[in-house]
């Protein structure tokens, strides 16, 4: 993309991630421990990502209106609504995940 001046850049990327909100709010089966377990995030990192960038840029935004754009809706509606308790083999991948990851690390 380096023949994208960087204020178009900045607003494809912007349109990609609320494309990716979209997706994820059309997806709420979509679990974090799952998103966790495959791709090493969730949306809670995606409102911890938001406030860090709100942060190095001097806005003030706290992590749960962070969240509660991510979500759609305040957090603990969501949790009621659509979080499903782990399972012991989803906590296992998740434990298996970290682990590798430490592993990788070292």
Same mark, same amino acid.
């Given at each position: !993309?380096? @023949?994208?001046? *960087?204020?178009?850049?900045? =607003?494809?990327?912007? %349109? *990609?991630?609320?494309?990716?909100?979209? @997706?994820?709010?059309? #997806? $709420?089966?979509?679990? #974090?421990?799952?998103? !966790?377990?495959?791709?090493?995030? &969730?949306? #809670? &990192?995606?409102? $911890? /990502?938001?406030?860090? *960038?709100?942060?190095?840029?001097?806005?003030?935004?706290?992590?749960?209106?962070?969240?509660? @754009?991510?979500?759609? !809706?305040?957090?603990?509606? /969501?949790? %009621?609504?659509?979080?499903?308790? %782990?399972?012991?083999?989803?906590?296992? %991948?998740? =434990?298996?995940?970290?682990?590798? $990851? $430490?592993?990788?690390?070292?």
């Amino acid at each position: !993309m380096q @023949h994208i001046d *960087a204020g178009t850049r900045t =607003e494809l990327e912007a %349109a *990609a991630f609320r494309q990716l909100l979209d @997706h994820l709010d059309a #997806n $709420k089966d979509v679990q #974090n421990i799952d998103l !966790m377990i495959l791709a090493d995030f &969730c949306r #809670n &990192c995606l409102s $911890k /990502w938001l406030v860090a *960038a709100a942060e190095q840029r001097g806005v003030e935004l706290d992590y749960e209106t962070a969240r509660e @754009h991510v979500y759609g !809706m305040p957090y603990s509606e /969501w949790k %009621a609504l659509y979080q499903a308790p %782990a399972t012991p083999e989803q906590l296992e %991948a998740l =434990e298996a995940r970290q682990q590798r $990851k $430490k592993d990788t690390q070292a």
